[in-house]
């Protein structure tokens, strides 16, 4: 089967910088999208950033100018770099992914998620 691990949260003050990484590890014969979500308490899960596997970006609105998603394809990894964070990125993210697979019952693509990791951006 799949599995995707984050690693790279914690606190931070606002104004400050975090990195996340995730990485992908299974019979895996293509990932198409990696990216990461996120859910404040209370609040939908949203968007943050994902990327394809030929390169293309995209953003949710929030975080457009601060944050950067980078994939590492040989690597299997996606990794968000967050600047300039505010109290409201305050949320659990998770990494997902779309990835094409071996199953029990052969190549199957399906959507993993990974366990999430808490981010705080506080005084």
């Known amino acids: 089967q799949v599995q995707l691990v984050e690693s790279g949260g914690g606190l931070v003050q606002p104004g400050g910088s975090l990195r996340l990484s995730c990485v992908a590890s299974?019979?895996?014969?293509?990932?198409?999208?990696m990216g990461w979500y996120r859910q404040a308490p209370g609040k939908e899960r949203e968007l943050v950033a994902a990327?394809?596997?030929?390169?293309?970006?995209n953003y949710g609105d929030s975080v457009k100018g601060r944050f950067t998603i980078a994939r590492d394809n040989a690597k299997n990894t996606v990794s968000l770099q967050m600047n300039s964070l505010k109290p409201e990125d305050t949320a659990v993210y998770y990494c997902?992914?779309?990835?094409?697979?071996?199953?029990?019952?052969?190549?199957?693509?399906?959507?993993?998620w990974g366990q999430g990791t808490q981010v705080t951006v506080s005084t």
């Open positions: 997902y992914a779309v990835i094409t697979y071996l199953s029990t019952t052969g190549r199957a693509t399906n959507t993993f």
């Open positions: 990327a394809t596997s030929v390169g293309t970006t």
């Open positions: 299974g019979s895996i014969f293509a990932i198409n999208v």
